[in-house]
């Protein structure tokens, strides 16, 4: 079990920067480092979570989805139990909720294997 909090959003012009944060609760018998951390976004109420980064265990494997290569940078440090995106050159199109999540395996790119959750922090870029 596993419970995530996310941190950082809020409102930046284009071009600017923001730094998200993830911080996780693990249940005992378990550690933050047996996880891989993905971000997602959701980019309307309708939509579905999207990908846009992930980190392995032990943060030595990194991908991001095309659309934030080169601006934004995913990274951890388990002795924090904490996941970062630093996001930086900001575009209309990077509004969004921005969800952290924890699943057990790397690669997985899809929300439906997360098995656990934050409640999501809004990032507003504005023109």
């Known amino acids: 079990q596993v419970t995530l909090i996310e941190s950082g959003g809020g409102l930046v012009q284009t071009g600017g920067s923001l730094r998200l944060s993830c911080v996780a609760s693990v249940a005992s018998g378990h550690s933050f480092s047996d996880y891989t951390i993905g971000w997602f976004r959701r980019q309307a109420p309708t939509k579905e979570r999207e990908f846009v980064a992930i980190i392995n265990s032990n943060g030595e494997k990194l991908a991001y989805a095309d659309s934030v290569k080169g601006r934004f940078t995913i990274s951890r440090d388990n002795a924090k139990n904490s996941v970062y995106l630093q996001m930086n050159g900001l575009e209309a199109g990077d509004t969004a909720v921005y969800y952290c999540?924890?699943?057990?395996?790397?690669?997985?790119?899809?929300?439906?294997?997360?098995?656990?959750w934050g409640q999501g922090t809004q990032v507003t870029v504005s023109s």
């Open positions: 999540g924890a699943t057990w395996l790397y690669g997985r790119l899809r929300a439906y294997e997360y098995v656990g």
